[in-house]
């Protein structure tokens, strides 16, 4: 396997919790009409499987861009299935700007944090021992 050595740009520090620090993601997002939002900082949950979840009340600056009722997302969950409202939006990250998906469910508050699909798109460092999230 070939070494790789990366370069932090940015970082953030990990929010504290009840039992263990959590790692936060800064963006900054607009609705498709390139309208911005603003400033959001996120918890990073490799648990959730999709792009970037809001809270119900934040989500409906991006309806503008929501797609389809047929391809709105669902995801088994402990307490059974959700079903996620979707919206197109743009991200920008490091000032560099691309498209994403932002979800709220369709019942309930939600909340924001940012899953799988959209932290693969980054190289991103997470120093556990100095509490720091990074974008390399």
Excluded at 53 to 60: E, F, H, I, Q, W
């Amino acid at each position: 396997m070939a070494r790789r050595i990366y370069e932090a740009r940015t970082c953030l520090n990990y929010r504290e919790s009840t039992l263990s620090p959590y790692p936060i993601l800064g963006l900054k997002l607009f609705n498709v009409m390139l309208k911005p939002f603003g400033y959001i900082e996120f918890h990073i949950d490799t648990g959730f499987e999709g792009s970037i979840m809001l809270k119900s009340s934040n989500y409906s600056f991006f309806q503008v861009g929501e797609l389809p009722r047929e391809y709105w997302r669902t995801y088994r969950t402990l307490a059974g299935v959700v079903v996620m409202r979707v919206s197109r939006a743009i991200v920008e990250v490091n000032g560099q700007r691309f498209e994403t998906y932002v979800e709220t469910p369709l019942f309930g508050q939600g909340k924001n944090i940012v899953g799988r699909e959209f932290i693969n798109k980054l190289v991103l460092i997470l120093d556990g021992p100095r509490r720091l999230c990074c974008l390399g």
